[in-house]
């Protein structure tokens, strides 16, 4: 009965997340305006504010996918998991807003630097989060199977990254913000093999 009522918090807290995220998506795409004029060029011309919000599209849809299973992952829901999984939603919260400002600003630093900072932010409120489930259950298989996490600290330092480049050049902030988002577009498999192994066993 407890491990029923255990994954009942955890589907709720990821219900409540899933509806947070689907609004951040509609409010990136209600940001996406047509062109007044009806030609090819006004079209064009609105080619970078496409490509910030297809990046933050990838970046949303990453962060729901693993935190899908990081949840499914999880055995219980306490205070502190809760408030650290609303520390991320609000990270997430605030990536439509640097994403408009990215995308009608992409040659200047300062909407790179706030892009980059969120993203490092929403990082380590992911981090957080993990080290919240982990701690609520520290002999559990999700804790032996992020381990030390190095490909978290590997996307924060690219973040680091980013965001010192964008005084210098915008172009390689933009390929580390790419580069993370390769890193992760692939669900973290060491979380997934546990779901896996856990669906099978129903």
């Not at 940001?31 to 599209?57: D, M, Q």
């Not at 706030?114 to 981090?127: H, K, Q």
């Not at 330092?157 to 980013?162: G, I, M, N, T």
């Not at 580390?176 to 669906?199: N, Q, Y």
């Amino acid at each position: 009965m407890p491990v029923r009522g255990f994954f009942a918090e955890t589907n709720r807290l990821e219900a409540f997340s899933d509806g947070v995220i689907a609004i951040i998506i509609t409010i990136m795409v209600l940001e996406l305006r047509a062109p007044h004029a009806a030609t090819l060029a006004a079209l064009i011309s609105l080619t970078p504010v496409f490509f910030s919000y297809l990046l933050s599209f990838l970046y949303i849809a990453i962060y729901w996918n693993n935190h899908h299973h990081l949840l499914h992952a999880a055995k219980g829901v306490t205070g502190g998991i809760m408030w650290a999984n609303m520390h991320l939603l609000f990270w997430l919260s605030l990536i439509p807003f640097a994403t408009e400002w990215l995308g009608q600003n992409t040659g200047a630093a300062a909407p790179f630097v706030l892009y980059g900072v969120i993203l490092l932010c929403a990082a380590l409120a992911y981090f957080i989060l993990v080290r919240s489930i982990i701690a609520n259950d520290r002999h559990s298989k999700l804790a032996q199977a992020i381990g030390r996490d190095p490909k978290g600290f590997i996307s924060i330092a690219f973040y680091l990254v980013s965001i010192g480049a964008a005084f210098f050049n915008t172009w390689i902030s933009m390929a580390c913000f790419a580069i993370v988002a390769l890193m992760w577009i692939v669900p973290d498999r060491r979380i997934a093999k546990i779901h896996d192994h856990e669906t099978d066993h129903r």
